[in-house]
């Protein structure tokens, strides 16, 4: 069975400092990955996508694939107490299908 | 641009009833999906579309769920007849093409008492 697995948290890091999410996925014909972070009580939103290996950067937050590992990363720097969230990794498996993750935890403390 | 839009946005009702939730996919969007997400078992897929086609049911968890899209901007998912452990969070997204990534509604929060 096509999984994708996440550390469910918490995870706690003091306001100012880099989160590091991590992610890994068992299809080794996955394409695509996606990040998406979701609210309390608010519906999933995608953040980022990355389709190649190597990082993407876009303002605070980096994603990292390394295909040979199937390891996916989220880097948030100058994390903010807004960012705390559950943040859900998704591979795209083929097949119109998008595998989700359990989701991280994330605390950021003021 | 509007985005997935869901109704109703709460629905309480009493176990036995049937109970209808709705989705509007984002136009020119061709693959649909449905959701549920409980604190248990996260986010769980219960069935997709494309090009209004139903493409895999295998997540629907009985006969009592039922799905159909009979046009590109509506969908309806059905429970007939609703059990308290049907509560849960239910999220519509859609997506160009089901490789491009998926963009949710605001969702469902359902409660059968």
């Known amino acids: 069975q096509k999984e994708v697995e996440q550390n469910s948290g918490p995870l706690s890091v003091p306001e100012g400092a880099i989160a590091s999410l991590n992610c890994t996925y068992s299809?080794?014909?996955?394409?695509?990955f996606f990040w998406y972070r979701q609210y309390s009580g608010k519906s999933p939103e995608l953040i980022m996508s990355?389709?190649?290996?190597g990082d993407k950067e876009d303002g605070r937050f980096t994603a990292q694939l390394n295909k040979a590992s199937q390891y996916v990363s989220l880097l948030i720097r100058d994390s903010q107490p807004s960012d705390s969230a559950t943040y859900l990794c998704a591979a795209y498996t083929g097949g119109f299908k998008t595998i989700f993750g359990a989701g991280t935890r994330l605390f950021v403390k003021a | 641009d509007a985005g997935v839009i869901q109704s109703p946005r709460h629905e309480v009702t009493e176990m036995g009833q049937e109970v209808t939730l709705r989705c509007k996919p984002i136009s020119g969007h061709n693959s649909l999906f449905w959701y549920r997400q409980t604190m248990m078992r996260g986010l769980e897929l219960l069935i997709y579309f494309n090009n209004n086609v139903p493409i895999d049911d295998s997540g629907m968890p009985e006969d009592r769920f039922s799905a159909k899209m009979p046009n590109a901007s509506f969908s309806t998912l059905k429970i007939q007849p609703s059990e308290p452990r049907d509560s849960a969070v239910y999220f519509c997204?859609?997506?160009?093409?089901?490789?491009?990534?998926?963009?949710f509604g605001d969702g469902t929060r359902l409660s059968i008492l």
């Open positions: 299809d080794r014909g996955s394409q695509s």
């Open positions: 990355i389709y190649s290996n």
């Open positions: 997204a859609s997506s160009l093409d089901g490789v491009q990534p998926q963009h």
